[in-house]
């Protein structure tokens, strides 16, 4: 049998690992500074946990978990009957009732019900886990990916939102992507759909613009219309889609396209604060009032991130969500987060050249093996070496000179300690820059101070 991976999934060289962990430390030490702490959810949840928190489109993509005895006698009638009722679109606890998790909020949404009574509010948590989501694979779109999540509850405060526009704008300035951060809010959704007639058309229009990237404007109209929308509502939208122009501008013409309507001042009041908040010599923050985000549980601001000078997807996303706990018996709990697409942003910085040569950088030091009392010396000295965090090995065994060139040539270890018969007597060694190509003799001791 030929082995393979699932679609969707990859595996990690060490180069991959590397230039991945930088992005990861990277986003940590910036959540960090902005005072939220470390939190990890199990891989998998009650499916009841997960089902109708994404919406339609969400829900369809929830990877759920066959119960365990499944072909076991007693049990094969139950499970026959479940698959009826699966494939009839029903959920059938006597098939599945786990699954893995879809993103990293609404497992932190019931952390935080199950929690509240411990927790010190605000609280404010950062969570980096792989996700799940049986999504066709396409570049940037994966089965398994990691989120990175910034998340604050217990606050109503826009500070929470300002800040986290800044956290954005922060790691990618320290990676050095060039990025637009989008901003909108569901109150505008909210009144748009007010004035289309009824805020029970809130869902349909915004499930429908959230797919304007993908299908275009013609199509998203055909959506809203088999959505039992009418031509002047579709109309209004189409008006709304095209706002154009400076924040500025566009404001201007979402107030006079909205008029009146209070969930649409509010929005408006909102946006104002968190852009005239944000300095803006250092965030790039534009309103898109076509952003929608697709999940039912934002109530407030919204961000959607986008890489400039690449065709990719968005690179972070989230917002406002004032009632999520809510769901779990627990209200009154509101809260505000953004997540990171680690594995787009990894896509994005490999396009671009952007990780730094030192990424690569494993073993900093090869020993060369050239006999048994010379290895026997290299391995003193490096264990001493490893003592004061220099990283290093001992080539495997002994061998030719090109032999263990190669390996570090191939490894990308810049430096080679060399410890020949000649050397051991004189108690020195030879310390080659492999990059540079320059060599330098120096004792025992003063290798062990050497500036690698």
Wanted: neutral net charge; charged residues 25%; proline residues 3%.
């Amino acid at each position: 049998m030929k082995p393979g991976i699932p679609q969707g999934t990859r595996d990690f060289s060490a180069e991959v690992v590397r230039k991945r962990q930088y992005i990861f430390q990277t986003i940590k030490n910036v959540f960090e500074l902005y005072g939220y702490e470390p939190l990890e959810t199990p891989a998998m949840e009650n499916l009841e946990t997960l089902m109708g928190k994404y919406g339609e489109e969400g829900d369809k993509l929830i990877f759920k978990i066959f119960n365990n005895g499944l072909n076991d006698p007693k049990n094969i009638d139950k499970a026959k009957n479940a698959f009826e009722n699966i494939l009839a679109g029903k959920n059938d606890t006597n098939l599945t009732e786990r699954a893995l998790k879809y993103d990293l909020t609404i497992p932190f949404a019931r952390y935080v019900a199950m929690n509240h009574g411990k927790l010190t509010f605000p609280f404010k948590r950062y969570q980096m886990q792989p996700v799940w989501r049986a999504d066709r694979p396409q570049k940037g779109r994966y089965r398994e990916f990691y989120q990175c999540d910034a998340d604050v509850v217990g606050s109503i405060s826009l500070i929470n939102e300002v800040e986290l526009t800044n956290i954005y704008a922060t790691v990618f300035k320290k990676l050095g992507i060039e990025v637009e951060i989008k901003i909108n809010s569901r109150k505008i959704l909210t009144a748009l759909a007010e004035v289309c007639g009824g805020a029970d058309k809130m869902i349909d229009i915004t499930i429908a613009i959230d797919k304007l990237d993908k299908i275009g404007l013609d199509k998203v109209k055909e959506e809203l219309s088999q959505r039992g929308l009418n031509a002047a509502q579709i109309v209004l939208i189409e008006k709304y889609l095209s706002i154009s122009g400076s924040n500025v501008e566009k404001l201007k013409s979402l107030q006079e396209l909205l008029g009146n309507n209070e969930a649409g001042k509010k929005g408006v009041e909102e946006l104002i604060y968190v852009i005239e908040n944000c300095h803006p010599s250092s965030v790039n923050c534009q309103l898109d009032f076509t952003l929608a985000r697709g999940l039912n549980y934002y109530t407030g601001i919204i961000y959607e991130v986008k890489a400039l000078n690449v065709q990719m997807g968005s690179i972070g996303g989230g917002g406002r969500y004032d009632d999520l706990t809510g769901l779990f018996g627990v209200p009154n709990i509101p809260g505000v987060g953004i997540s990171f697409g680690v594995d787009r942003i990894y896509d994005v910085m490999e396009e671009l050249k952007l990780f730094p040569a030192d990424v690569h950088t494993g073993t900093q030091v090869l020993f060369f093996n050239l006999g048994e009392a010379e290895s026997k010396k290299a391995f003193e000295l490096m264990q001493e070496l490893r003592n004061k965090n220099i990283r290093c090995e001992l080539f495997h065994e002994q061998g030719k000179f090109d032999k263990q060139f190669k390996y570090a040539e191939k490894k990308n270890i810049p430096y080679a300690v060399i410890i020949g018969n000649k050397e051991l007597e004189n108690g020195t060694c030879n310390v080659k820059n492999l990059f540079k190509g320059e060599q330098v003799t120096v004792s025992f001791d003063e290798l062990l101070s050497y500036h690698f």
